[in-house]
């Protein structure tokens, strides 16, 4: 069965990165067409890059960074609940991003931003950064608003349409995992070859 994780964009105290996460999962996990695990980067341990060779290397000095590679590589696809910090990604996703680069290879990934635009900024730059990762992004996004989808900026509430648009996002998550799935076989058994 196909599985998407969701990961955790901000490890930030008094996140609303985690309610997020777990709204996506709630929603996802009525789904019967995939299994949703959710990922949070708080629990992952990663400090900043360390590593002496790019990802693309493959050469992966650090245990914490072997552990995220195994945490990562078992997945089909993606979606990235990510905030806005300062017109842009969390500096914590973007590190979990570059630590890894065949782990992210032909997979799809979707996203949820928030934040007082939605996170619509961040969701940009994590475009470009997929993109050299070899992710496939799907069009759909969700972008939920401080000033619409929060109570006082605190609850999560997102309005109907927001449900509307995360299943949309889902479909899409899970259609191009699946599709994608013929280049992961060809890749794992080129490099068993």
């Known amino acids: 069965m196909t599985t998407i994780a969701i990961i955790t964009g901000s490890t930030r105290p008094g996140r609303h990165s985690e309610r997020v996460a777990r709204w996506v999962l709630d929603v996802a996990g009525r789904r019967d067409d995939a299994r949703f695990e959710l990922v949070d980067l ?7 890059l360390d590593e002496p060779v790019p990802a693309s290397g493959g050469q992966y000095a650090g245990e914490h960074t072997r552990r995220w590679a195994a945490t990562v590589a078992p997945f089909d696809g993606f ?8 017109h842009s990604v969390p500096g914590v996703l973007k590190n979990a991003l570059d630590y890894l680069y ?4 032909d997979k799809a990934a979707g996203f949820v931003g928030y934040g ?14 997929a993109a050299e990762l ?15 989808d929060f109570r006082e900026y605190r609850e999560l509430d997102p309005e109907p349409r927001q449900r509307a648009a995360l ?15 013929p280049l992961r076989a060809a890749r794992a058994a080129a490099a068993a070859a």
């Open 42 to 48: 708080a629990e992952q341990d990663l400090p900043h």
């Open 79 to 86: 979606v990235f609940v990510t905030p806005e910090y300062n």
């Open 102 to 105: 065949a782990e992210w290879n």
């Open 116 to 129: 007082v635009l939605g996170g619509a900024r961040a969701v940009e730059h994590l475009r470009l950064v």
């Open 134 to 148: 070899q992710l496939a992004t799907v069009r759909t996004q969700v972008a939920l608003s401080f000033h619409h």
């Open 167 to 181: 299943d949309e996002l889902l479909d899409q998550v899970v259609a191009w995992s699946d599709a994608l799935a």
